[in-house]
């Protein structure tokens, strides 16, 4: 991985701006009702979500926010949890008005006694966060942005 003095500028400053985004979007994800986080998501499409797709240069845009997602995460001093980071997707594929769907899903723990929840964001084939174990999780609500 490149030194932050070897990072094309564009990339430093959205990282920057994922990294700040993060700490309201944490707090969000803990005080803000999930009726009030369902609003601000987009349109509610129950389980049968569709992933929109996305014209080249529109793709090449959120490959790049997803490597500064994981960029930003991994230089934290906190675990930001999915939620957190997929309102920041949210909200920065919605400023740069890219179509995406933000997906909920759960699945049983290892102990299988308990559920976890998990969230992330879909824009096209391109999973900007959360998504690499998606497949282990069962969508229970998904919200599509077109």
């Known amino acids: 991985m490149k030194t932050a003095s070897r990072m094309p500028v564009a990339m430093l400053s959205l990282t920057l701006a994922i990294w700040l985004l993060l700490w309201p979007a944490r707090v969000a994800a803990m005080v803000v009702p ?5 609003q601000v998501l987009g349109r509610d499409r129950g389980i049968e979500g569709s992933i929109p797709q996305l014209d080249a240069r529109r793709r090449g845009q959120a490959a790049r926010l ?5 960029l930003a995460t991994r230089h934290t001093p906190f675990r930001h949890p999915c939620l ?23 699945r049983r723990a290892d102990s299988g006694e308990k559920m976890e929840a998990h969230a992330w964001v879909m824009a096209g084939d391109i999973a900007v966060c959360g998504g690499r174990d998606r497949g282990e999780y069962t969508v229970v609500r998904c919200y599509v942005n077109a």
């Open 34 to 38: 999930s009726r009030g986080l369902a």
């Open 66 to 70: 997803a490597d500064a997602v994981e």
């Open 84 to 106: 957190a980071q997929a309102l920041v997707c949210h909200f920065i594929l919605w400023l740069i008005r890219t179509r995406h769907t933000v997906f909920f899903g759960v």
